[in-house]
């Protein structure tokens, strides 16, 4: 038999979810706006590559079709977490915050069907996801990182606005032939990519990728560094790290920042 302090409690839990769900049917069912861009004026992007940086802070790169641009949003581990494990496959044992949410959407009859990177203002992206809910498409306010999540939760496409992506990306480094016999995957250190990661005046290249199993990983080089020397050589960009590898030298020496530190490493190349 249920107590009068059981039959309190399930009431006030019943109060409690009746509250929760007409707060989140009243946000769906708020006006509908204009999208921030026409179609035309937004392009199409996918995760390129999550970087993780200092103090446990880290970087999604999200990248056009080409993969020849990529555009940095700087994220919080928790969202960092959240993209890792949906591009893994990986389902946690109890619903986190983003499966709720994607459960509370779907329970809601709302269906997301994109999300938009709008604009940046004083170093903060802004983003919409947008949601079609009984015949109208309403757009909510999100923060970037989250609206990624929840764009790979509910695989639909990731856009940003063009004029925001053109001013924002940067060249993607080459993958190919020996860098990428080497297991190296290189990105040219831009000014915006180097204010992202709090590397002040240094110059050099950025180790974006290293190839499990690969040579580059065998002798030490690791995701994030920046390669400043090679071969007692100013790296200006990735054409001087091709140059001394076109030599065909079986090593050489490179002078890498990592973690405020300077170190060197001896790069094996033979047979690359």
Known sequence: MLTKKTTDISIAAALCLAILIGAFATAF????????????????????????????????????????????????????????????????????????????????????????ITHEHENVYYSKLIIAREGAMIEMDARPSDSIVLALKFNVPILVAKDLFAAKSIPVGDENGSLQKYGLTLQELSPVLAQYFSLGAITGVLVSDVRMGSQAEKDGLKTKDVIVEIDKVPVKGIDTIQNVLAKGAAETTVKIYRDNNYIFLTLHLKGI
């Not at 802070?57 to 581990?77: C, G, N």
């Open 29 to 116: 069912s708020a006006e509908t706006r204009q999208l921030p861009a026409k179609g035309e004026d937004l392009i199409r992007v996918k995760v390129y590559n999550l970087l993780e940086m200092a103090n446990e802070s880290h970087v999604v790169l999200l990248s056009d079709s080409d993969e020849k641009m990529v555009f940095p949003i700087w994220i919080s581990p928790f969202e960092a977490n959240a993209i890792y494990m949906e591009l893994g496959g990986i389902k946690p044992f109890r619903p986190q915050t983003h499966e709720l949410l994607k459960r509370i959407i779907e329970q809601l009859e709302g269906d997301l069907r994109h999300i938009v």
